[in-house]
């Protein structure tokens, strides 16, 4: 009877499970960032996958100048606070997953787009995410991130365009 109701007191706590593996993070990661429009993205998801001191990097191009730019991970975030005017969709088609004890990283290309229903992604990125368990959670402690060079197609390895692996 004890075991019972102990059980029963604990499972909301289900409701919130950590992410356990690598694959479950960089999963919640792109699923989190997304949203409808006039809606915001997951920050609860997003604040509880990234590790409190982890970094943001993005590259890109302007005007033909790779640019590369640096930040925290709060300081990301809080430009998903504020809902937008159009959606912002992710979609993972390709994932390698490494991982070793308490590290892994993962590489995935992801499509974005404002319209979840079009045929063609508004842009493509490569995509870097360092992951460390702590206790039974993986949690993000970088992600760079790389957005497609005109003329320089990313591969996506054996993901299909469109096609969302998780």
């Known amino acids: 009877m004890r075991s ?11 409701v919130f499970a950590a992410e356990s593996t690598p694959e479950e993070a960089v999963s919640t990661l792109w699923s ?21 001191d982890a970094v943001v990097f993005g590259g890109q191009y302007k005007e033909g100048v790779p640019v590369v730019r640096r930040s925290m991970a709060e300081d990301f975030l809080k430009s998903y606070e504020r809902p937008g005017e159009k959606g912002f969709h992710e979609c993972e088609v390709s994932r390698v997953v490494q991982t070793y004890d308490r590290f892994a990283v993962a590489y995935s290309v992801v499509e974005s787009r ?29 992600l760079y991130y790389h957005v497609e060079k005109q003329g320089l197609p990313i591969p996506l390895g054996d993901g299909r365009s469109g096609k969302c692996i998780a």
């Open 114 to 142: 404002t319209d979840k229903t079009a045929t063609a992604p508004d842009f493509v990125g490569v995509n870097s995410v360092q992951l460390y368990k702590v206790g039974s959670q993986w949690k993000i402690l970088s």
């Open 4 to 14: 019972l109701l102990l059980s029963l007191l604990l499972a909301p706590l289900g």
């Open 32 to 52: 989190a960032l997304s949203n409808d429009p006039g809606a915001t993205a997951d920050l609860a998801a997003l604040k509880r996958i990234f590790h409190e």
